[in-house]
T-cell receptor, first 116, second 112 residues
Framework: GAGVSQSPRYKVTKRGQDVALRCDPI?????LYWYRQALGQGPEFLTY????????KSGLPNDRFSAERPEGSISTLTIQRTEQRDSAMYRC??????????????FGDGTRLSIL | DAKTTQPPSMDCAEGRAANLPCNHS???????VYWYRQIHSQGPQYIIH???NNETNEMASLIITEDRKSSTLILPHATLRDTAVYYC?????????????FGAGTRLFVKA
């Protein structure tokens, strides 16, 4: 499809394990965002990439969370030593231009992460 | 914290216009108003955005007050499938506009 693709759709893992969540943005999109969404709440910003450059990571909760986008396309959000409080829906969004434009973001359907 | 304030929920009769308000009294001159909606567990869906002029597209109309401190999203003929959470966001379009802050949104119930 032509939309933002995230994988896996569901991830269940035991506390203490590392997880890697993948985002494949819309082809050619410059900007890529990661969000976390708790049940009943709006998406919470985590980090932003412009091409391969991570330009804002102020929303990452702590140093167990990291993200990369090495070739300016696919991005991976990694959570190390997972804790139960990390359980949430993780969403990725992409936008065709940089933040200097007014182009909207296009969201994927997310990865639901459950930590046992 | 979100820079917008929305009512937590609203009802609308099917076929009638749904008017969703949003207050953004601290909006800056370089900030656009964006509306997204989220149906069930799907990802947020972009609806419309504007700076100061009213905007219309195939989904909705956006009315922004002259002082830009509030706006209204209008779904002209609401259907049951428009039941969703609607988010109003303000975001700058130049340097520094990385962070997009969603509030709790308005949960719109369209009733038959």
């Amino acid at each position: 499809g032509a939309g933002v693709s995230q994988s896996p759709r569901y991830k269940v893992t035991k506390r203490g394990q590392d997880v890697a969540l993948r985002c494949d943005p819309i082809s050619g999109h410059v900007s890529l965002y990661w969000y976390r969404q708790a049940l009943g709440q709006g998406p919470e910003f985590l980090t932003y990439f412009n091409y391969e450059a991570q330009q804002d990571k102020s929303g990452l909760p702590n140093d167990r969370f990291s993200a990369e986008r090495p070739e300016g396309s696919i991005s991976t959000l990694t959570i190390q030593r997972t804790e139960q409080r990390d359980s949430a829906m993780y969403r990725c969004a992409s936008s065709p231009a940089g933040v200097e434009s007014n182009q909207p973001q296009h969201f994927g359907d997310g990865t639901r992460l459950s930590i046992l | 914290d979100a820079k917008t304030t929305q009512p937590p929920s609203m009802d609308c009769a099917e076929g009638r216009a749904a008017n969703l308000p949003c207050n953004h009294s601290t909006i800056s001159g370089n900030e656009y108003v964006y509306w997204y909606r989220q149906i069930h567990s799907q990802g947020p869906q972009y609806i419309i955005h504007g700076l100061k002029n009213n905007e219309t597209n195939e989904m909705a109309s956006l009315i922004i007050t002259e002082d830009r401190k509030s706006s209204t999203l209008i779904l002209p003929h609401a259907t049951l499938r428009d039941t969703a959470v609607y988010y109003c966001i303000v975001r700058p379009f130049n340097t520094g506009g990385f962070k997009t802050i969603f509030g709790a949104g308005t949960r719109l119930f369209v009733k038959a």
